[in-house]
């Protein structure tokens, strides 16, 4: 199990890291690079191991998973056929978990003998398979969940643990996943990697030694006492559960290109564009949740200069921060007060207004900043969070890159920015994010400056009790996603990049 290794020390440095290859190298070559590492290397193609899948349907619900579950005797080649079916899928937001995850931790007893190569690994006693069904069952439903990290090197469960996030497809791969019904049960696809067992000892031997701090006189003892008998046991009689039998493993490519368009065709037919699937769908909503500044002179005056093409940046930024600041401070009006009585100097009482509950930020890099400093200006020691969405230039929908959150973010209430909501594909996919944190719908308050009424039917359809709160509705979006009559590309005219369209 060579992945999950590599993976797992990226996960210290970032929530969310990806795998990225080249398109014909060796798998075992594959270079693991935190994700905000990986910005720039314009020759590799990155694949998504972890994170949150690309879209929702237009009610705001995740899809299923689509889990592949790889059996087969230790060093049959799993772990090289599951990387092989990722890159050939070429999917976003696939997940590869790790029977090997969820090892026991030993006690000291059990770890001596391990040291001794005198414990027993290949036996499902070994195994926590109700936190290994609990993780499985929660990724295929969408949910973010923590990994343990496992060391070979020391039979033990690292610090740390790494977080994973609900995908389009799981690939789950190690020596007993076809043997527990409950995790067979989870499993859209069943594979089993058939390899000649001297093969799978030549290759176990090389690993250990190279990768897992064995010597040979071990390994062989230990293949001999618990590898062979537990393969002949419990491995060799789950193959009767497979769908797909792969001899050879990762050589095997007709096998794997076989699998990679099954799947396909599932995925498929499970939908894929939620953005034209949005763009498309009228629902109608009413519009309790929407709150929009009232239209003053004064913020038709702004409007008018952001909105002209010929305004100068200078211009656009002023007005910008302007809105800003009274559409935060509308928003603001939107949290729970309770009366709190004050005594004035004179000795005179006031009943006025206090806000007791927590507050924080998330932007929605990166328009979403133009919002930031007015927040801060108003709050004063607000913490912010970060979510970065981009929309995929190839299949359009929009993915989400780089997270950071505030750690108390679950019992805080939160102002989610964002400069506009067009389709509100990235604002559904930000507030799932905040759900899958335990902020309930009631605490959020998503503010904008401008807004699509089909966004706001989108995002208020999908979380029906969030606030949104933005300074104009403007009635619709063009092909490209863009609000008309809109500001053009926001962020590009506030942060004097590229040219606005
Ligand atoms: N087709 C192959 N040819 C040569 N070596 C291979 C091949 N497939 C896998 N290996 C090597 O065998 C070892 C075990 O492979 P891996 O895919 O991690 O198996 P598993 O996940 O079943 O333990 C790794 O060191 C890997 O590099
Ligand atoms: N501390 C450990 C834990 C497990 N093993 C062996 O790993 C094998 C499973 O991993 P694969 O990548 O080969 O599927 C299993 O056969 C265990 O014997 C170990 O040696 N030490």
Redesign the pocket.
């Known amino acids: 199990?060579t992945t999950s290794r590599k993976i797992s020390t990226a996960a210290r440095s970032s929530e969310i890291w990806s795998i990225s290859t080249d398109m014909d190298s060796d798998p075992e070559e594959t270079d693991n690079t935190p994700l905000d590492q990986s910005f720039g290397k314009k020759k590799k193609r990155t694949i998504y191991t972890a994170g949150r899948p690309p879209w929702y349907d237009s009610e705001g619900q995740g899809k299923e998973a689509f889990v592949i579950g790889l059996a087969g005797g230790?060093?049959s080649g799993?772990?090289t056929v599951a990387k092989k079916i990722i890159e050939s899928l070429n999917v976003d937001w696939v997940g590869l978990l790790s029977m090997?995850s969820f090892?026991k931790v030993l006690t000291p007893e059990q770890h001596e003998a391990?040291a001794r190569n005198a414990y027993d690994?290949?036996h499902p006693d070994a195994f926590d398979f109700e936190l290994m069904a609990t993780t499985l069952r929660n990724l295929k439903n969408g949910k973010r969940v923590d990994v343990p990290v496992y060391d070979?090197a020391t039979?033990s469960r690292a610090k740390y643990s790494r977080t994973m996030y609900g995908a389009n497809v799981i690939l789950f791969e190690?020596?007993l996943s076809l043997v527990n019904k409950e995790l067979r049960e989870l499993m859209d696809l069943r594979i089993f990697v058939d390899t000649d067992s001297d093969i799978r000892l030549a290759r176990?031997l090389r690993r250990?030694i190279a990768e897992?701090g064995r010597d040979l006189k071990g390994v062989l003892k230990?293949y001999n006492t618990?590898?062979k008998p537990a393969f002949q046991q419990y491995i060799e009689p789950s193959l009767q559960y497979a769908h797909i039998v792969v001899p050879r493993g990762g050589e095997n490519t007709v096998a794997i290109q076989l699998i990679v368009q099954h799947v396909k065709d599932r995925l498929h037919q499970r939908g894929f564009d939620v953005r034209s699937k949005l763009l498309s769908e009228q629902a109608s909503v009413d519009h309790d949740s929407l709150k929009i500044l009232p239209e003053t002179k004064q913020v038709c005056g702004m409007h008018t200069i952001i909105r002209n093409k010929d305004s100068n940046r200078d211009d656009f930024v002023f007005m910008t921060n302007r809105l800003a600041c009274l559409v935060i401070e509308y928003s603001l009006s939107f949290l729970p007060f309770e009366d709190y009585t004050i005594d004035t100097p004179q000795g005179v009482p006031y009943n006025g207004k206090k806000f007791t509950g927590k507050l924080c930020g998330v932007t929605i890099l990166r328009a979403g900043e133009v919002l930031e400093p007015a927040l801060m200006s108003v709050c004063k020691d607000v913490t912010i969070g970060k979510i970065l969405i981009q929309t995929n230039d190839q299949t359009e929908n929009p993915e989400l890159h780089f997270l950071r959150l505030p750690g108390d973010i679950s019992s805080s209430h939160v102002i989610l920015m964002d400069a506009t909501v067009a389709t509100g594909a990235a604002a559904i996919m930000a507030i799932r994010v905040l759900l899958d944190h335990d902020v309930p719908q009631e605490r959020i308050l998503f503010v904008s400056i401008i807004a699509s009424k089909l966004g706001i039917q989108n995002v208020a359809y999908a979380f029906p009790q969030i606030k949104i709160i933005t300074t104009a509705l403007d009635p619709t979006v063009n092909d490209s996603y863009h609000i008309l009559p809109g500001v053009g590309n926001y962020g590009d005219r506030y942060f004097g990049t590229g040219s606005s369209d």
């Open positions: 199990m230790s060093a799993k772990t090997d090892y391990a690994f290949d070979f039979h190690g020596i176990r250990d897992r230990q618990y590898v």
